[in-house]
């Protein structure tokens, strides 16, 4: 019934544009993410504004990105605010203990230390 693309990625793009060149509704999650700047990041901005474009309904992760949808005139009835997928995620399994963080300090004598979560994907992180 749909092709459901997540995010900003050059593959979303592609699996938009099979939806789009087959008639299969789009939907487009993690939508309304903006910079205001086409270039930054590149491609990635370009890829949300087409992706959006080509997308029977928006599911936008936060209210912000709903608001910026708004202002491209997006309609306010293709748009669902639905949450931020990947902390969901995080949050799903931190909750139902899927990696049992204290089992890993325990193993590897890390009980002292502090941790954070990032993402390295992105090409401007790579420096």
């Known amino acids: 019934d749909y092709i459901l693309v997540q995010g900003d990625t050059t593959s979303g793009l592609v699996g938009a544009l099979v939806g789009f060149y087959n008639q299969v509704p789009i939907g487009h999650i993690e939508a309304g993410l903006r910079t205001g700047n086409i270039y930054s990041p590149f491609p990635e901005e370009a890829n949300r504004k087409l992706i959006g474009t080509?997308?029977?309904?928006?599911?936008?992760?936060?209210?912000?990105?709903r608001e910026n949808l708004?202002?491209?005139?997006?309609?306010?009835?293709?748009?669902?605010?639905?949450?931020?997928?990947v902390i969901d995620a995080l949050l799903w399994v931190k909750e139902n203990k899927v990696l049992d963080l204290e089992k890993i300090k325990e193993k590897y004598?890390?009980?002292?230390?502090?941790y954070i979560m990032m993402t390295m994907h992105r090409r401007e992180n790579w420096e």
């Open 54 to 65: 080509m997308s029977e309904i928006n599911f936008a992760a936060t209210e912000v990105n």
């Open 109 to 114: 004598n890390l009980s002292n230390k502090k």
């Open 70 to 85: 708004l202002k491209e005139n997006y309609d306010e009835k293709k748009i669902l605010v639905t949450g931020n997928t």
